[in-house]
């Protein structure tokens, strides 16, 4: 007698081998058994096992729990005001050296209680999880020192300890110069490598390190210095790359051996090879294109090149205040020229890997983790499809149900 069997699903695994269609491994009619946290069963409804709960999903898509391998979740404050003024034809680089920007949030993070801060945190992890997300990656980056980076750390890591979601963190203190450091760079970048990032390592509260690589924020030689600094502690590295210009930040990226490499709107031939040699995933960001006006990378160079892509929310509160990563696969299709398929798995099995979960999450197979979405359509194909506003009906994550929306099918 199984924990759990989830029946009559038009089912996706993202667990085949193949063509992209091929990965999807779309299954009508299909049945999958848990017990013990773990998927132990997959086949045909019609052999489904007994199982203590029985679920009849009434032909409903049912995917792995989707993976968004990008999110700066844990800060405090708004920032409509700025995104007001960019709207009205301000530059986010000018507002950014008046003292908005990033530091804006930064400020506001550093005024909230860590308490605040988790419960706003956690508030954004439900809604995620809404939209069928059970696994994400959480940067820090709005503390910039070493007390209010440890608290953001802290904070992700406690999402995890509660059951919200199953949480991989990047120590980002090299998001931004603090507003109280401007002018004052490679002493930051000194208090990074020195203070804050040991800090972070010994109290075992950053599985990466990440770095903001580009004009106007760190180069490439500080970048270097701070993934260096992350590898010799035993961290894994990935960076902002090539949002506004390539500085080379991909082919670093390459050359340390990254689990990946994020935005690329600009990114250069040499960078693309680079990655595809070294199996970098390549993170795309629609909320933060979309938001900053922004031309769309193209996924053609990075199919051609023979990189893999993933799509994050990029969900922060400046370039991209966004929970819904279907609507992140529906604006990488339309935007960027992602496939359905391609899209589908860059929210699951390749966004795993981009976030450096274990063997097993971002699929359905047996003995993986059984952390499944089912959403109120007939098709798995129609989570891009739906151009915003798909909400996910059941959510389980390591075997318990934990969420359960609206069943009515909209499409
Ligand atoms: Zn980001």
């Not at 040991?198 to 180069?219: I, K, N, Q, S």
Request: net charge negative; proline share 5%; glycine share 12%.
């Amino acid at each position: 007698m199984l924990d759990l069997v989830l029946k009559g699903a038009h089912l996706a695994t993202c667990d085949g081998a193949g063509s992209a269609a091929e990965q999807l491994d779309r299954r009508p009619d299909a049945a999958v058994g848990v017990e013990g946290g773990r998927v132990v069963w997959i086949g045909p409804s019609a052999e489904a096992p007994a199982a203590r709960e029985v679920r009849e999903l009434e032909g409903a898509a049912l995917l792995p729990g989707l993976v968004d391998p990008h999110t700066h979740l844990v800060f405090a404050g708004s920032r409509v005001e700025e995104f007001t003024r960019r709207m009205g034809g301000e530059d986010y680089r000018t507002i950014a050296a008046e003292g908005g920007g990033i530091a804006s949030t930064v400020r506001a993070t550093r005024a909230a209680s860590e308490e605040q801060l988790f419960a706003l945190a956690k508030a954004r992890a439900e809604a995620l999880r809404a939209r069928g997300v059970t696994s994400v990656e959480v940067k820090s980056g709005y503390g910039l020192t070493t007390e209010s980076e440890l608290r953001l750390l802290r904070v992700a890591r406690r999402l995890e300890a509660e059951g919200v979601l199953r949480v991989t963190t990047s120590f980002l203190g090299a998001h931004a110069v603090p507003p109280e450091k401007r002018g004052e760079r490679a002493r930051y970048v000194d208090e990074v490598v020195g203070e804050q990032l040991p800090a972070v390592a010994e109290a075992g509260l950053a599985d990466a390190v990440d770095v903001y690589c580009d004009d106007g924020a760190f180069t490439l030689e500080e970048t270097r210095r701070i993934l260096e600094a992350a590898k010799a502690r035993g961290l894994k590295v990935r960076a902002h790359v090539g949002q506004f210009a390539d500085l080379g930040g991909p082919a670093l990226l390459a050359e340390l051996g990254g689990l990946s490499g994020d935005h690329l709107e600009a990114i250069d031939e040499a960078g693309l090879s680079a990655m595809a040699e070294a199996g970098v995933v390549a993170v795309l960001l629609p909320g933060a294109w979309r938001t900053l006006r922004q031309e769309a990378p193209r996924a053609e160079r990075f199919r051609a090149a023979g990189v893999p892509m993933a799509v994050g929310t990029d969900l922060n509160p400046g370039t991209s205040p966004t929970t819904d990563l279907p609507l992140c696969a529906a604006l990488a299709v339309r935007d960027a020229g992602m496939t359905v398929e391609e899209a589908l798995l860059g929210v699951t099995r390749v966004a795993a890997r981009a976030a450096g979960f274990e063997e097993g999450v971002g699929r359905v197979r047996v003995g993986g983790p059984a952390d499944l979405a089912a959403f109120p359509v007939q098709d798995p194909r129609a989570l891009p499809y739906a151009l915003g506003g798909l909400g996910a009906s059941l959510v389980v994550r390591a075997g318990a149900i934990v969420a359960e929306g609206p069943p009515a099918p909209v499409f």
